[in-house]
């Protein structure tokens, strides 16, 4: 089992960065592939980014490539969310979560693990 907490949301003008971290207990960090999503008020969660087990390989969803970055650092337990040139769009509730399947699924279903999220708000 894993224990997951978010951090580094918060008000940022459009156009600007954030990075949003996600710190890991236990020592089995490496066993899970990690996503991150978000959930914006009256919306579905949705995926934003996912990396494998060491970080060797990534996926994102469309309306995000190019401006967020997905890292771990293992020796760290953290897998980060490097977020720029953000959009009023982007205003959500973003959770990391842990797939021990190492799956990197899109589907919120297919992770076992969840953090209790960050509030990232983007002002135009």
């Known amino acids: 089992q894993v224990q997951l907490q978010e951090s580094g949301g918060g008000l940022v003008q459009a156009g600007g960065s954030l990075r949003l971290s996600c710190a890991a207990s236990?020592?089995?960090?490496?066993?899970?592939?990690m996503g991150w999503f978000r959930q914006a008020p009256g919306k579905e969660r949705e995926f934003v980014a996912a990396?494998?087990?060491?970080?060797?390989?990534?996926t994102y969803a469309d309306s995000v490539k190019g401006r967020l970055r997905i890292s771990r650092d293992n020796a760290k337990n953290t897998v980060y969310l490097q977020m720029n040139s953000l959009k009023p769009e982007d205003t959500a509730v973003y959770y990391c979560?842990?797939?021990?399947?190492?799956?990197?699924?899109?589907?919120?279903?297919?992770?076992?693990?969840w953090g209790q999220g960050t509030q990232v708000t983007v002002s135009s």
């Open positions: 990396i494998s087990r060491n970080g060797d390989v990534t």
């Open positions: 236990g020592r089995t960090f490496t066993s899970y592939a």
């Open positions: 979560a842990a797939d021990p399947l190492g799956r990197l699924s899109q589907s919120p279903s297919r992770y076992d693990y």
